[in-house]
């Protein structure tokens, strides 16, 4: 169902096809390869975000979702997580109302990440995140 495309380094990346179970399988690599790198502590709410970004994702835009992880470098070091699509419009947070069944997915990445943001591509846009290690 996905592979990883690119080990360069320390990072990994990941392309999942435009299907419903790629919610599923991005937090299962996101949060095996942090495993990997000794970084449960932020198991927990990578995957809780990848999953809100992959979601908007394969809810917006058509083709393959990429995931893609960079690991803190050093002590002070973040993990930075991205999110790549095919649509080139550029995501923003709006308000939800209580009744409303969507639309809270940005503003739980503003509210949890320590800086998010997005930025277009020749062939859509990247949605990024970082997370600081306990420490």
Known sequence: MSGVIDTEGECAEWLFPAEP???RAARSVVRGRLRDWGLDDLGDLAVLLVSELVTNALRHATGPVGVRLVPPAGPDGVLRVEVSDSLPDLPRERPARPEDESGRGLYLVSAAARRWGARPAADGK?????LAPAG
């Open 21 to 23: 179970g790629a919610v």
């Open 126 to 130: 990247t949605v990024w995140f970082e």
